[in-house]
């Protein structure tokens, strides 16, 4: 056995040996464009993951809000509240605040969609559901829905709208969710288009009537589509299209005046430019 002073110095690597220990530039720059496309092909999927999670809450922030809405029927005989109070703001929001949760002055809470990057109400209804304007402090608007509806009423409450999600309002204060002009709360009288992706707020009176507090339209944020709840209660995500003239009348119908709108114009009836949708849906 042969031993070695502490002090020897150990065997020197070949000079060849040790050039083939490091990376060449080539295999550097090889490693480089596999992570890269790793991570462009992974990042999508993050995306989209972040995205598939943040649907799945506003869906089920609609599905507490309309809960609460049931158990706000119980104790009100079935009668769905006002949408809008001009002394009140949101109406239908604050009566239910007792029976889903309350917000702050910096956000609006299941009443937000997370997608919707905004901490205010992001949520409006049906108007042939919810009455649009309170008549016992306010002249109705012309044309407006000036009654509120019983839960009687709707035919088929399963495929009935009865909120979803709708363009953003950036206003909240402690005392209403949203202010005037953009606190309409629901959707375009009678309903809002389907067609177009409504995904931001930049005034899209109706063609057919002009109601310059109510032109809020469906906002498809969701990618293909948007989060809806119905009148029976429960809550589902809806393709772009998914929606057509049945989901929302349930006052209105062909060449009549609204029910419960007696300064509105007839309903118009299908012309072929919307399919077979009233041609409001295509404005």
């Known amino acids: 056995m042969v031993c070695r002073s ?7 690597v ?20 596999i992570i890269a496309t790793l991570a462009a092909l992974l990042f999508p999927v993050f995306a989209r993951a972040k995205e598939a999670a943040k649907k799945t809450t506003c869906l089920s922030n609609q599905k507490q809000i309309t809960l609460g ?27 239910l605040l007792p029976y889903v949760t309350t917000y702050t002055k910096n956000t609006a809470g299941v009443w937000s969609c997370p997608t919707g990057g905004t901490p205010g109400q992001t949520i409006a209804t049906n108007p042939q559901v919810i009455g ?18 019983s839960m009687s009423v709707p035919q088929s409450p399963a495929d009935t ?7 953003s309002s950036t206003f909240v204060t402690p005392d209403r969710l949203q202010l005037a002009p953009r606190s309409a709360d629901d959707f375009a009288f009678p309903h809002p288009a389907l067609v177009r992706d409504h995904t931001t707020d930049d005034y899209w009176p109706s063609d057919w009537i002009d ?13 293909p589509g948007g989060v809806f709840a119905f009148v029976d209660g429960h809550a589902r995500f809806v393709p772009i299209g998914g929606l057509k003239d049945s989901n929302w009348d349930v ?27 009233s041609p409001i849906d295509c404005q």
Request: aromatic content about 10%; glycine content about 8%; proline content about 8%.
């Open 6 to 12: 502490r002090k020897e110095p150990l065997p020197r």
């Open 14 to 33: 070949a000079e060849g040996q040790a050039k083939r220990l490091a990376f060449t530039l080539i295999e550097l720059l090889v490693v480089i464009a």
């Open 69 to 95: 809405m049931m158990v706000y029927l119980d104790d009100n005989d079935d009668v769905f509240p006002w949408s809008y109070s001009w002394n009140d703001g949101s109406i239908w929001a604050l009566k």
């Open 132 to 149: 649009m304007i309170d008549t016992r402090t306010a002249t109705p608007m012309p044309t407006a829905f000036s009654s509120v509806l």
């Open 161 to 167: 709208v009865l909120m979803g999600d709708s363009v």
């Open 211 to 223: 109601l310059p507090n109510n032109d809020k339209q469906i906002s498809y944020r969701h990618g």
């Open 251 to 277: 006052r209105c119908q062909y060449g009549l005046v609204c029910q419960g709108a007696a300064g509105s114009p007839p309903y118009p009836a299908p012309d072929g430019t919307c399919g077979k949708q």
